[in-house]
């Protein structure tokens, strides 16, 4: 199955299960556009309109990516939250590329800003759904979650959401 579908699936399952239980979920993408880190809003936590739903049906791939960036601006707002338990999850089909900024060294500030915003009370999940599985396991270690079969991904969404929130 293409990653667009997966992408676009695990997000309507994410965005779907949190609604029913009413626990807020705001959900993004990113690239880089040449001018620098583009971020796509598809859920906000306080949404302004009815329309989430729909715009998850714009979830692609665009270009690079520079994860470092927005993973940063992502943690930050959920850092503000007065949620008691704040899950970060993270989708990635790939590693962090983008020009000058790749490498072993994209994956350190991967791993920093993980670091830095564990110690803020935020739990990460890094699911992979590309060919660079290992890449995303070896960045986010004891935080990655392999849905490699989708069949499983509803349970194993479930599983990671209600080991943290009590429900």
Do not use: W
Request: with cysteine.
């Amino acid at each position: 199955m293409n990653q667009r579908i997966v992408s676009f699936l695990l997000s309507v399952l994410l965005y779907d299960f949190c609604d029913s239980l009413d626990i807020p979920v705001m959900i993004y993408g990113h690239s880089t556009d040449g001018r620098g880190v583009a971020l796509y809003s598809y859920a906000e936590f306080d949404g302004f309109d009815n329309d989430d739903r729909c715009r998850l049906m714009d979830i692609h791939a665009r270009s690079s990516n520079r994860d470092g960036a927005a993973l940063r601006y992502v943690a930050e707002r959920l850092s503000k939250r007065p949620e008691g338990v704040k899950l970060l999850i993270l989708v990635s089909d790939g590693q962090p590329a983008d020009i000058g900024y790749d490498g072993t060294a994209a994956e350190e500030d991967l791993r920093g800003i993980k670091q830095e915003y564990q110690r803020k009370g935020i739990v990460f999940v890094a699911a992979a759904i590309g060919d660079d599985k290992p890449s995303i396991q070896r960045i986010y270690g004891d935080s990655f979650l392999d849905i490699t079969d989708l069949e499983q991904l509803p349970a194993k969404l479930t599983a990671v959401v209600k080991k943290h929130i009590r429900i």
